[in-house]
C-alpha cells in the first residue's frame, strides 16, 4: 500500500510517500480503508523526535492517529463492524496511508463529510479531556490560547455549551470566526494581559493553551501569580513554568464514549468543525510543514 513514512527523525523533508506492507487486523481489530487521516501537532513533534522522552517511536513509522473510512478487514472477536462499514476513529498504526488498524472506532453517518468526520477524534477528544481535567463550570471564565485551530475551536464551543464565557486568543483575522463560535477574541502577542483583563472583568479562572506559542507566563500572571488551572498540551517548557502538560490517553470505554457524543454533535450542527486545506497523500510533508508553522485556521486533512 501507499503511505508517507519517515525512516530517521528530523524536518518534512525526512517524510516521504512509498510503498509499504499493509497491515491486517488482529483481534478486537478492524482495518479501515483511509478516506481521510487528520493532520496534529503531535505528528510533527514525533517525527522530530522531541516525544522521546514520553514514549519511544520505532521507525521506519508512518504519523497520524485519526482518521475516517470504510472498513475492510475485520479481526477476531469483532461483531460490532461489518465490511463496508463507514468509521471514524483513533488508529493503532499511521493513518497517512490507504489502510490503517483501529480498535477505537464509531459509526461514521452519511451526512458527516469524511474530512470532518477527520477532524473530530484528536480534536473532540482532546478538548474534552482537558476541559475535564480544568473542571470547566457554569459561570467561570475560561482562557484559550490558540482558540482558532483545530483543538482550540472545538475546546471553545464545548467550553461555552458548559455554559463557560470563554475567551480565545487569535490573529485577527480570525476574531469573527471566534465570535459565530461563542467566544470573546483578543490579540495573542505583547500587551496580551491588559486585552484580557478588559474582558474578563472577573478574571480568568482556568487557561486552556493549545498554541503553545510562550503564553504561560501571561497566563500565570492571569491567574493571579498562581499554575493552579492551567493546562499546556503544547508548550514543551511547561515544567519549567510549573505548569501541568496534559499528553494523557483516555480509558477505551471513555475514550469511545466521548468520540460517540463528538460524532453526534458534529452531525446535528452543534458542533462546527472547520476543515483548513486539503493535501493529497504525497503531499504529507507539505501538511506538516503546515501545520508546524501553525497558521492554518482550522483543520489539515490528508485524503489518501
Not at 95 to 119: D, F, N
Amino acid at each position: 500500500m501507499r503511505a508517507a513514512v519517515f525512516e530517521k527523525f528530523g524536518g518534512p523533508d525526512v517524510l516521504r510517500t512509498g510503498d509499504v506492507d499493509e497491515p491486517h487486523a488482529g483481534p478486537g481489530e478492524v482495518r479501515v480503508a483511509v478516506r481521510a487521516a487528520g493532520v496534529n501537532p503531535m505528528d510533527y513533534k514525533i517525527r522530530h523526535g522531541w516525544m522521546e522522552q514520553l514514549f519511544s517511536t520505532r521507525l521506519p513509522a508512518i504519523p497520524g492517529s485519526e482518521c475516517a473510512g470504510v472498513v475492510d478487514e475485520t479481526g477476531e472477536g469483532v461483531t460490532e463492524f461489518a465490511v463496508g462499514d463507514s468509521v471514524v476513529g483513533w488508529t493503532a498504526t499511521g493513518a497517512y496511508a490507504q489502510y490503517a488498524l483501529a480498535e477505537t472506532v464509531v459509526p461514521k453517518p452519511a451526512s458527516l463529510g469524511w474530512e470532518e468526520a477527520a477532524a473530530v477524534p484528536v480534536a473532540g477528544g482532546t478538548a474534552r479531556r482537558v476541559l475535564d481535567q480544568l473542571a470547566v463550570r457554569r459561570g467561570e471564565t475560561v482562557l484559550v490560547h490558540g482558540a482558532a485551530g483545530g483543538v482550540g475551536s472545538v475546546a471553545v464551543q464545548l467550553a461555552v455549551a458548559r455554559g463557560a464565557t470563554v475567551i480565545g486568543t487569535a490573529s485577527p483575522g480570525n476574531h469573527d470566526y471566534l465570535r459565530s463560535l461563542g467566544a470573546l477574541p483578543v490579540a495573542y502577542g505583547e500587551g496580551l494581559v491588559g486585552r484580557v483583563r478588559a474582558v474578563a472583568t472577573q478574571g480568568v479562572d482556568a487557561v486552556f493553551d493549545v498554541a503553545g506559542k510562550g503564553a504561560l507566563p501571561d497566563s500565570i500572571e492571569l491567574r493571579g501569580g498562581t499554575t493552579d488551572r492551567i493546562i499546556t498540551i503544547a508548550d514543551p517548557d511547561a515544567a519549567g513554568h510549573g505548569v501541568a502538560f496534559s499528553a494523557g490517553v483516555a480509558a477505551p470505554g471513555t475514550k469511545r464514549a466521548a468520540l460517540a457524543e463528538n460524532v453526534r454533535l458534529a452531525t446535528e450542527g452543534a458542533l462546527r468543525l472547520r476543515v483548513a486545506r486539503t493535501f493529497p497523500l504525497a503531499d504529507a510533508a507539505e501538511a506538516q510543514k503546515t501545520s508546524e508553522e501553525g497558521h492554518a485556521n482550522g483543520k489539515l486533512v490528508i485524503t489518501p
